[in-house]
Nanobody
Framework: QVQLVESGGGLVQAGGSLTLSCAAS????????MGWFRQAPGKERESVAR????????YYADSVKGRFTISRDNAKNTVYLQMNSLKPEDTAVYYC???????????WGQGTQVTVSS
């Protein structure tokens, strides 16, 4: 069982940076694929980035590629999302999620708000 708690959201001006953290509890954290998702008002939730347990494989949505970096520290049971060159369209609630098998995200955090002002 994995429980997830996000932090690090806030208000930032366009072009600025934020780092989101997701602290996980549970002994098997290192075995999970970890992902970041976001949902803007009136829009569907979308996948932003994910990272496998071995950190050898990462995925980024085209809209954030080159600006966002996902990483994980299995010793600290924490996954991060470094967000640079933020744009107003990045404004959303960001969620951390854990998948025991590819695509099967069965654990979710409560979300953290990111607001980018123009």
């Amino acid at each position: 069982q994995v429980q997830l708690v996000e932090s690090g959201g806030g208000l930032v001006q366009a072009g600025g940076s934020l780092t989101l953290s997701c602290a996980a509890s549970g002994r098997t954290f290192s075995r999970y694929i970890m992902g970041w998702f976001r949902q803007a008002p009136g829009k569907e939730r979308e996948s932003v980035a994910r990272i496998t347990w071995a950190t050898r494989n990462t995925y980024y949505a085209d809209s954030v590629k080159g600006r966002f970096t996902i990483s994980r520290d299995n010793a600290k049971n924490t996954v991060y999302l470094q967000m640079n060159s933020l744009k107003p369209e990045d404004t959303a609630v960001y969620y951390c999620a854990a998948a025991s098998t590819p695509g099967a995200y069965d654990h979710w955090g409560q979300g953290t708000q990111v607001t980018v002002s123009s």
